[in-house]
């Protein structure tokens, strides 16, 4: 009896962590999950900024980026790599996630690490852009025309950023009421 008691009290430690090992795997696998979709937020977050910022100022960003969406202190990340190519406008990161286990700790596994990536590629193209802006009357009511002004200057301000790296952006602006006028030199052609 006094054997079994020892045997038992041995075995119970590695029953205990091989059951709680279960928990302790979808703990990571959640915190896995979350740390994706926070590294995936922060690499589209920051794509854009390539052209910008160095590649130390992005990885302290995202580093900051992904803490806050993790919002949980026990789990550690570390970015382990980062590559920028500002010629196919791609972003990679990588980062490696340190996470407290519960039951396996009892094994002496007090932590277990993944890994997770994330890439976002957006090329800055040559762009030609035609705006077509109601000015009629109906534009006159609930601020529309104003609203109309502020759109328009957002979107050529989206379109120009980054202007040094990509100079082939154009904008044209075509205002009409009832039609659009094309001026009367043009009105035979194709």
């Known amino acids: 009896r006094g054997v079994f008691a020892a045997l038992f009290g041995i075995m119970s430690i590695v029953v205990i962590a091989t059951a709680g090992a279960v928990v302790d795997f979808v703990n990571v696998e959640k915190a896995r999950n979350s740390a994706q979709l926070a590294l995936d937020a922060?690499?589209?977050?920051?794509?854009?900024?390539?052209?910008?910022?160095?590649?130390?100022?992005?990885?302290?960003?995202?580093?900051?980026?992904?803490?806050?969406?993790?919002?949980?202190?026990s789990i550690t990340v570390e970015l382990e790599t980062i590559e920028t190519d500002t010629t196919a406008g791609s972003l990679f990161m990588e980062a490696r996630l340190t996470i407290p286990t519960a039951f396996v700790a009892l094994v002496a596994i007090p932590t277990l690490s993944v890994r997770v990536a994330s890439q976002a590629t957006h090329k800055k193209l040559a762009l030609e852009v035609a705006m077509v802006?109601?000015?009629?009357?109906?534009?006159?009511?609930?601020?529309?025309?104003?609203?109309?002004?502020?759109?328009?200057?957002?979107?050529?301000?989206?379109?120009?950023?980054?202007?040094?790296?990509?100079?082939?952006?154009?904008?044209?602006?075509?205002?009409?009421?009832f039609f659009v006028n094309i001026g009367t030199s043009n009105s035979g052609a194709a």
């Open 42 to 73: 922060a690499t589209l977050a920051l794509q854009p900024e390539i052209f910008e910022l160095s590649d130390s100022q992005i990885l302290s960003a995202a580093e900051g980026l992904i803490i806050e969406r993790l919002a949980d202190t």
């Open 133 to 177: 802006l109601d000015n009629s009357g109906s534009m006159a009511s609930s601020s529309r025309m104003t609203n109309l002004k502020a759109a328009a200057s957002n979107a050529t301000e989206i379109l120009f950023s980054g202007e040094e790296t990509q100079p082939n952006v154009f904008i044209g602006i075509v205002p009409f009421t």
